[in-house]
């Protein structure tokens, strides 16, 4: 079964308009953190944002925020304002066992957001 | 900051050749991973390592060995290379333990075989 899910391969957003990227996740861990990564073109993966298990609020930097429903199992990430530069591929993760040394992230299939000028 | 560097950023090798991808981190790092990287499936784990000398099998580790002989360096071989092991390698570092534990990734390495 697959323990992260992204069900929109691609999206087309209007310059400075907002986005979200859906993320569903599948645990029976009680502790895990959930992550979004950004790949340009380029090809290195950039960390976004973090969100416990634990924590109470949305995580928040900058632009983005994390919209984390626990009962849901969903963990989407919201883009204010899009820029051209924010068209790459997002990869949203998820790591288990997270007081565990050698824990690892395991990642979704990714969503490649390309913003319209 | 954080550097995590790959040795190559494009290789291209022959059928049956043995492989050698190197990837060094310079922030004394526990942890360190090799994921391959396929359109329309993620990043999927190869291998990982929490200490020197010590590796563990991730979810695809068949025809794929590591190396870890020093904490800075991990190195991912493919003993005879195969067309189906052409793909984007990653290499990421990240510290032990503790709530928060993001992973750093080196610029990539696109493996062609031929």
């Known amino acids: 079964a697959q323990k992260i899910t992204q069900t929109q391969p691609g999206m087309f957003v209007q310059e400075k308009e907002a986005v979200t990227l859906d993320c569903t996740y599948d645990?029976?861990?009680?502790?895990?953190?959930l992550f979004w990564y950004k790949q340009p073109s380029s090809g290195e993966m950039i960390f976004l944002i973090y969100?416990?298990?634990?924590?109470?609020q949305n995580a928040t930097e900058g632009r983005y925020s994390l919209n984390f429903q626990k009962a849901r199992k969903s963990a989407n990430l919201v883009i204010s304002a899009s820029q051209l530069g924010d068209s790459a591929m997002y990869f949203c993760a998820m790591r288990e066992g997270l007081y565990s040394s050698a824990s690892k992230i395991i990642f979704g299939s990714g969503t490649r957001l390309s913003i319209r000028p | 900051d954080v550097k995590v560097t790959q040795s190559s950023r494009y290789l291209v090798k022959r059928t049956g050749e043995k492989v050698f991808l190197e990837c060094v981190q310079d922030?004394?790092?526990?942890?360190m991973f090799w994921y391959r990287q396929d359109p329309g499936l993620g990043l999927r784990l190869i291998y990982f390592?929490?200490?020197?000398?010590?590796?563990e099998k991730g979810d695809i580790p068949e025809g794929y060995s590591v190396s870890r002989e020093k904490k800075e360096r991990f190195s991912l071989i493919l003993e005879s290379a195969s067309t189906n092991q052409t793909s984007m390698y990653l290499c990421?570092?990240?510290?032990?333990?503790?709530?928060?534990?993001?992973?750093?990734f080196g610029p990539g390495t696109r493996l062609l075989v031929l």
């Open positions: 645990t029976s861990d009680q502790s895990y953190g």
């Open positions: 990421a570092s990240s510290p032990a333990g503790g709530h928060f534990e993001t992973q750093y």
């Open positions: 390592s929490y200490d020197v000398k010590m590796k």
């Open positions: 922030m004394d790092h526990e942890n």
């Open positions: 969100q416990g298990s634990y924590d109470e």
